[in-house]
């Protein structure tokens, strides 16, 4: 709600920018009201732009662990996040949000069990700590969709934030920790 009454207001202040600019130029051109209308205008999407860049995760090098399937993998899970926050930031309806929700989940789990098979399958010696983890976020994650279904407003951005932190923190750090043992034993 909160973010279509943003949109909806966003929506109302472009409308009335025109009005004033076409009064504005009722009172001639050289009237500097519409021309700072206009340029407002001008400006409004790059600051719209940067406002909401903030809410998406972008892939970058540092969270490669050098074994592409599994990158391939870290990046489907960051752009299912960005569907996600992409249903919470525009105005979509319920089942749009909800399909994006159930990919994610869906995709997470899957990924988790093609790592937790290469670490197994190669004999990871940290394979059970790093089974909890994905463990208690799942858990995690769980709680925050029985949450989302008494309250999906309150609930969906501060889900999309766990979820977007805790990716980032699990392929920047514990991931890489994996990483030089599977490549050694020749996985790719």
């Given at each position: ?85 992409s249903a919470i930031l ?49 858990a995690r994650v769980q ?5 989302y279904e008494r309250d ?37």
């Open positions: 709600m909160k973010h279509a009454l943003q949109s909806f207001g966003l929506s109302l202040f472009i409308v009335l920018a025109f009005i004033v600019i076409g009064i504005g130029f009722l009172f001639g051109l050289d009237n500097p009201v519409p021309w700072i209308m206009i340029a407002i205008l001008v400006i409004l999407p790059f600051v719209h732009n940067r406002m909401t860049r903030k809410h998406f995760v972008t892939w970058e090098e540092r969270f490669s662990v050098g074994i592409p399937s599994i990158d391939e993998d870290h990046k489907k899970l960051m752009s299912l996040i960005n569907n996600l926050q525009y105005p979509t309806d319920e089942a749009f949000e909800r399909q994006a929700l159930q990919e994610l989940v869906d995709y997470t789990q899957y990924h988790f069990q093609r790592e937790e098979r290469l670490m197994q399958e190669n004999g990871y010696p940290d394979f059970e700590a790093h089974k909890q983890q994905h463990q208690k976020m799942i709680d925050f969709l029985a949450a999906r407003e309150g609930t969906v951005q501060e889900m999309t934030d766990f979820l977007k932190d805790w990716l980032i923190r699990h392929i920047a750090g514990t991931d890489q920790q994996y990483s030089a043992f599977l490549k050694e034993k020749g996985v790719q």
